[in-house]
């Protein structure tokens, strides 16, 4: 008798009304990469904007300092790929 009301009072850790189980992991690589903006959309820096910048020319240099944001079809991947951002 007294177990019973002990076990319907006890806290369950989830705070929703289903379990979410497995959790789901977020892919390290678009972690490092990509930043969620305002919108939904993402953000990420140009490649080859780092290094061996002699031989580049400065129109291609300002290009790869721009931002790039993703497609609809890059944000849909991505959303899958990073579930808690």
Do not use: D, E
Request: aromatic share 10%.
């Amino acid at each position: 008798m007294f177990f019973v009301g002990l076990v319907s009072t006890a806290r369950s850790f989830s705070t929703s009304a289903t379990a979410c189980f497995p959790k789901l992991k977020s892919h390290s690589g678009a972690k490092k990469r990509w930043r969620v903006i305002a919108s939904g959309k993402f953000k990420r820096a140009h490649a080859n904007h780092s290094h061996l910048n002699v031989t580049k020319r400065p129109g291609r240099k300002n290009n790869l300092a721009q931002i790039a944001y993703s497609n609809a079809t890059q944000t849909a991947t991505l959303k899958k790929l990073l579930p808690y951002v």
